[in-house]
């Protein structure tokens, strides 16, 4: 019976923890999302070292108290509001919740939001994405 129960919890939690992507299948969203197709391989390398394109993860906390949430993992001082209502400049308007989602919609407007403001080295793992990356033209 114990079993049971666990197994029942565990189905009810799964969809609650997004889904994990491809570098195929988030650089097509992206690109049917309007994101210039020469940016998609910088993309796709970043959620892959940021979240290895799982939408829905919260990073541990940073030294300033700080978590990152979602695919590219934003910063939720800077540019995503908490649910726990901390204070946050919150610069993309949006829920840090909204960035977890299966839908990446508001993922990638906030991280080119991002990319607009403070440039690809915002990302830590930009070091591995700085340099050749392989083709994306295998994934249209």
């Known amino acids: 019976m114990k079993f049971f129960v666990v197994l029942l919890a565990l ?7 997004g889904r ?3 570098r195929c299948s988030l650089a097509r969203e992206m690109a049917d999302l309007g994101v210039p197709r020469d940016q998609l391989a910088r993309w796709t390398c970043i959620a892959e070292h940021e ?12 030294y300033n108290g700080s978590n990152d949430y979602g695919i590219f993992q934003i910063n939720n001082l800077y540019w995503c509001q908490p649910a726990n209502g901390r204070f946050s400049y919150n610069e993309c ?15 990638v407007r906030c991280a080119q939001k991002v990319l607009s403001q403070q440039g690809w080295s915002a990302w830590s793992t930009w070091k591995y994405c700085d340099g050749a990356l392989p083709s994306i033209n295998d994934c249209f």
Do not use: H, K, Q, W
């Open 51 to 62: 979240s290895s394109y799982r939408t829905g993860v919260v990073g541990p906390e940073n």
């Open 11 to 17: 189905a009810f939690a799964a969809p609650a923890l």
């Open 20 to 22: 994990t992507m491809n």
């Open 93 to 107: 308007n949006l829920s840090c919740n909204a960035l977890l989602t299966d839908d990446i919609t508001n993922s």
